[in-house]
């Protein structure tokens, strides 16, 4: 045991941590990618996920009927979301819809707090996940394990959407050469809603992976929104490779910062990215896409 | 006393209001009109609500000087705001309460050594990074003033501060307690800020800000340090938020790091496009309007903040330039 024990359990707690970023983190980009719109409602949208899937979860489903359901519920809002209020912004400056997106976060976290309360929700899971096992020295509890697989399940899936579908190989095009992919006889416009979409249900998805790690609560967005910028901004506004390692990188700070300063745990993570930006302002992996 | 302090920065303000003598006349009348108020308004509650409007004006100013001139925006503006709150409160407190001036300008210049390598890093990176970064330090700050007991009184704030004497012009007025002396206080300094910040917009250098907002390329090739002048429009909207932060200590009496969160920080970026960007009297007219309907929203219903997004996404929608954009609105369809 002791601090062989200590260390796997850091490794494996920010693998968690960063995972989630991750998937925030490339929803971010994907929206961003294609639509030039950063989306701050995106944290707002991870908290629905959560709230979905413990309302879900409390009528009688299963944990993981509940996570592929609620992130479909959210891409729903999402869909909802893109032509209502995206939409008739594209020809805007893009601080507009910066500001849009944040009022839009307030209706939602709005909306959360008067359906669902203020209290704290615990989303149940099934029996098998409330135990530990022993991985190496460590024991560690199943349902982080399980959540750390539901992360490479999410990961995988995207990278073989992005890689090998139609619509994927169409995205990646469209967010370098929009017009190109246009002149080539392809519906742009529904690419561009569906990355929005896309972008939506892996919000939903990250706070359904999240619940039952760090409890559901109305403002449990906030912090991770401002982690996903974090994270996004290091890796390079744009660029999913660059959020992969940025996540990682995140996720392993902050996890080594809550373990040693624990109150100012976050302060250590924007001191990283400060850092990261005094040397490579587009970030470690930036295209120069900053508008 | 308001002509004289206009002379002083030289022919510009004159020619200015040469030029357009019904606008300046408006802003001389409201002026008056503020200078009476407290003595004909007999109810102190709300002496008290036009003194905080003041406050929140200063600050909403001060952002536009940043989202309107220099095209920057930040979602935290209000974290500057506390910054200045909390330094002049602690210099009040542990350093000397004999000067209200003294701990004025202990705030702002507290504030800006604060926003200075904070800028630094921030415009290092473009428009958007930039806006977000601005929700991560001011996060960051908010984080610290919560936390950070020994210093900030965490939770409970900064309590048990000495009711400094306020002078203005050299009068003595009566302590930070008494509503009037500190109405008149906070509309002198306001006045002078706002007076200030006038004089700056409408110099080269505010032409300098305002072509960066236009196109950052184009006044890159003309010459322009762009990273340069942005930090310097940065740390002249992060000075006037302190100014205003040390207002807002003096009103209070107390300030906790209620202040400085996010949803505050909305509050102020509305009352921006509530008034419309890139005019400086906007902004004014904003906080107002945001001030009134908050205290009055905020008595009816507990969910208000459902409110405030859904304005906030109606007038980007709809009035993009805010009040201040209203006569061209008008003018336009009236001209269809």
């Known amino acids: ?291 | 006393m308001n002509s004289t302090a206009t002379a002083a920065p030289g022919g510009l303000i004159f020619r200015a209001l040469r030029d357009n003598p019904r606008g300046k006349l408006i802003l001389l009348g409201v002026f008056v009109f503020l200078v009476i108020l407290p003595f004909i308004l007999p109810n102190r509650f709300y002496v008290r609500l036009v003194n905080e409007i003041m406050i929140y004006a200063l600050l909403a100013m001060s952002l536009d000087v940043l989202l309107g001139y220099t095209g920057l925006l930040s979602f935290m503006h209000n974290a500057y705001l506390g910054i200045g709150a909390y330094s002049t409160g602690l210099f009040l407190m542990h350093a000397w309460s004999g000067s209200v001036w003294l701990a004025m300008l202990a705030g702002v210049l507290c504030t800006m050594a604060v926003a200075l390598p904070v800028g630094w890093v921030q415009v290092r990176t473009g428009g958007l990074a930039f806006a977000l970064l601005t929700l991560a330090f001011g996060m960051m700050f908010f984080t610290v003033a919560w936390k950070w007991y020994p210093v900030t009184g965490g939770d409970d704030g900064l309590m048990g501060l000495p009711q400094p004497t306020l002078s203005l012009l050299g009068i003595n007025l009566a302590s930070s307690g008494n509503s009037t002396a500190m109405y008149l206080f906070t509309l002198g300094v306001v006045t002078v800020c706002f007076l200030f910040t006038w004089r700056v917009i409408h110099s080269p250098l505010g032409a300098v800000l305002e072509a960066i907002r236009e196109n950052e390329e184009r006044a890159a090739f003309v010459g322009i340090n762009v990273r340069r002048y942005k930090l310097i429009g940065w740390m002249l909207a992060c000075g006037l938020a302190g100014a205003a932060g040390s207002l807002y200590i003096l009103y209070r009496g107390y300030t906790g790091p209620g202040v400085m969160g996010a949803f505050e920080g909305a509050g102020v970026l509305m009352m921006v496009l509530l008034g419309g960007m890139g005019s400086l009297w906007g902004p004014l007219v904003g906080a107002a309007i945001f001030i009134f309907m908050k205290d009055f929203l905020s008595s009816l219903t507990e969910d208000w903040e459902i409110l405030v997004g859904i304005i906030v996404i109606l007038l980007v929608l709809f009035l993009p330039r805010g009040v201040a954009g209203l006569p061209d609105l008008l003018r336009r369809t009236k001209a269809e």
């Open chain 1, 1 to 291: 045991m002791g601090w062989i024990a200590t260390t796997v359990d850091i490794i494996l707690n920010s693998l968690v941590l960063g995972g989630i970023f991750l998937i925030m983190g490339v929803g971010l980009n994907i929206i961003y990618g294609l639509n030039r719109v950063m989306n701050l409602a995106h944290g707002a949208l991870y908290a629905l996920g959560a709230y979905f899937g413990y309302t879900l979860v409390a009528v009688g489903a299963n944990y993981f009927l509940a996570l592929l359901l609620a992130p479909i519920v959210v891409g729903a809002v999402g869909l909802i979301i893109e032509r209502v209020l995206i939409s008739p912004m594209r020809k805007r400056h893009m601080i507009y819809t910066l500001i849009l997106t944040y009022g839009l976060m307030f209706v939602i976290d709005g909306l959360i707090k008067l359906f669902w309360g203020q209290e704290t929700r615990f989303i149940q899971l099934p029996e098998f996940m409330q135990h530990t096992v022993s991985v190496g020295p460590a024991s560690y509890p199943v349902f982080r394990l399980v959540i750390l697989i539901g992360i490479a399940a999410v990961v995988t899936a995207l990278m073989l959407l992005l890689g090998r579908t139609r619509l994927g190989i169409n995205m990646r095009a469209a967010s370098s050469i929009p017009e190109m992919v246009s002149a080539c006889g392809i519906n742009v416009r529904r690419v561009q809603i569906s990355a929005f979409v896309l972008g939506c249900i892996l919000a939903g998805t990250a706070g359904m992976l999240a619940g039952p790690l760090f409890t559901v609560f109305a403002l449990m967005g906030h912090d991770i929104l401002i982690s996903s910028f974090v994270v996004v901004v290091i890796g390079g506004l744009g660029s999913l490779r660059g959020a992969v390692l940025a996540a990682l990188l995140v996720g392993f700070v902050q996890t080594l910062a809550e373990f040693f300063v624990t109150e100012m745990a976050m302060v250590m993570v924007y001191m990283l990215m400060a850092l990261v930006l005094v040397f490579k302002p587009l970030g470690i992996l930036g295209e120069g896409k900053f508008e």
